[in-house]
């Protein structure tokens, strides 16, 4: 080992043995992502081309030379892969992007087209990635390599969830939103409620609220972009708010086809098509029933109501800014309020769909936290747990509405009593200091979140 060690070698044949075959794991694990991803939108844009709906490569096409379906897309997966390059790097693609975006608005402008940005930034992201993957090589094209695929998966899943939506409602004609208005009058109907308060609370709140729901991109990157702001120094860290983002964009829209609901304004409000069972929302609750069943509605709207996702990433996004500065997390607190009063003021949920889509945030989240720690007793009573509160209350919709409208008290402290446990045990396990450690100074908070 000395000759060996004069001689400069650093890396025994045992351990350069083993780092060549990690580096052909993860190689060959980049080739199956890609894989995949290519085959989920080869088979998103036939199952389109079948239900004659907008498919995600046309969708994606439309990106690179037509006119963007969502501006506020294109440029979050673009800001959030400029993390892994230079400052000389990211201005010049910057400029780039804005030049190529003020080159397509032009021409809309000129034909007489909408007016839509994020042409620019999704042109530059491709040509980044080319260009990180045939001229650079080392930590700098690994790095900026992670990161393009950090961007671009946060396209292409929107893309991939476009056509999942209409997918919901070609394959659920009927919808169970008569058994959830039922089952939220353990929670007091706080769809009514508060849509109600934001009609009188006039344009100004109403019209902010509509803004936070609309652009949780904008947020989530910015807090996104906190957390991976030293991957061009190597500090890369063991979580962050992408992976829990794309986990539940990954797992919370099969439900919207177990259990489709298309919210409280379409159902029971002004704009059901003529679908509606009444149009009384947010004005007064409908009576409860002798019997539920599942309503008919039409075969274009979305089925996207339970869980409530909009609650689950602003919840996510909340949780991922607590050891941030001040300003993170008030901006975090900010966000996730504003989402709940949007999501039950706009009529697009009702209030047990937040319950839902919150237990799921934390159910994630508790999988995916701290992979270091490994499988431990907590991790898997945390999961267990969050998984039998998402599944209960589900069950308790389905199957128990009437009584849950009958007896709303009793339901209503169980339900939130559940989920507060569940709140609570989440914290215990992730956040609160255990018996015994010493609570650390802002500087050794700040240490261990460079570390993590």
């Known amino acids: 080992m000395l000759i060996h060690d004069a001689q400069g070698r650093s890396t025994s044949p045992p351990e350069r043995v083993g780092l060549a075959r990690f580096q052909q794991r993860r190689a060959a694990a980049v080739w199956c992502g890609i894989i995949a991803a290519i085959s989920v939108l080869v088979a998103g844009q036939i199952v389109a081309a079948h239900i004659h709906a907008l498919g995600p490569l046309t969708s994606l096409f439309r990106d690179y030379a037509g006119t963007p379906k ?185 439900f919207y086809v177990v259990f489709p609901v298309v919210g409280p304004i379409l159902a029971f409000g002004s704009w059901g098509h003529g679908m509606e069972l009444a149009n009384v929302w947010p004005n007064s609750v409908p009576l409860v029933p002798a019997s539920v069943e599942s309503m008919p509605f039409d075969d274009f709207t979305p089925r996207n109501c339970m869980p409530s996702l909009h609650t689950a990433w602003a919840l996510s996004l909340f ?58 007793r907590a991790r898997i009573r945390l999961v267990t747990f969050g998984i039998a509160v998402f599944a209960g209350v589900l069950l308790c919709i389905r199957y128990l509405a009437l009584p849950m409208a009958n007896y709303p008290v009793p339901f209503g402290i169980a339900i939130l009593g559940t989920f507060g446990a569940l709140a609570i045990t989440f914290y215990t396990t992730w956040f609160a200091p255990t018996r015994g450690e010493d609570v650390r100074s802002p500087a050794a908070e700040h240490a261990d979140l460079e570390h993590r």
């Open 70 to 254: 969502s501006a506020t897309t294109p440029w979050a997966g673009f800001l959030l892969a400029l993390v892994g390059v230079t400052t000389r790097v990211r201005v010049t693609a910057l400029a780039a992007a804005v030049g190529l975006d003020l080159v397509f608005v032009t021409i809309r402008t000129l034909e007489g087209r909408p007016f839509t940005v994020g042409n620019g930034p999704t042109i530059v992201l491709t040509l980044l990635a080319v260009i990180a993957a045939l001229r650079w090589t080392g930590t700098r094209r690994r790095t900026a390599l992670h990161t393009v695929a950090l961007g671009a998966l946060l396209i292409l899943a929107t893309k991939v969830g476009e056509i999942w939506l209409d997918i919901t409602a070609w394959t659920s004609p009927q919808v169970l939103d008569p058994y959830v208005q039922l089952a939220d009058r353990a929670l007091g109907s706080p769809s009514w409620l508060v849509g109600h308060a934001l009609e009188v609370a006039g344009p100004v709140p109403l019209g902010l609220v509509r803004w936070v729901y609309f652009e949780l991109p904008v947020a989530a990157i910015v807090v996104a972009i906190w957390q991976l702001r030293g991957v061009t120094t190597g500090l890369w860290p063991r979580h962050h708010l992408v992976r829990t983002f794309l986990t539940l964009g990954l797992i919370g829209p099969v």
């Open 319 to 376: 949780i991922h800014s607590r050891r941030g500065p001040l300003w993170l997390r008030w901006g975090g607190a900010f966000w996730l309020v504003c989402t709940l009063v949007a999501t039950l003021g706009l009529g697009a949920h009702y209030g047990i769909d937040l319950v839902v889509g919150a237990a799921l945030c934390l159910t994630v989240e508790s999988a995916l936290r701290d992979p270091d720690r490994g499988w431990d």
